[in-house]
């Protein structure tokens, strides 16, 4: 009985973490989107209309 439970318990958590995996990576693993595009995302190494200190423009 027990093992019936774990083994439901292991099988339900691994499906659930496929389906999270596919909803944050399915694009990337489908060949739909390159892991290195990110279009869209927030990226605090450029300054996008921020000039530099001491910049003469």
Known sequence: MAYRVL??????????????????????????RHPWDHHGEHDDHNN???KKEGSAH
């Open 7 to 32: 083994s439901k318990t292991l099988g339900a958590t691994m499906w659930f973490w496929m389906m999270y995996r596919m909803k944050e990576d399915g694009a990337v693993a489908f060949g739909l």
């Open 48 to 50: 996008h209309g921020h």
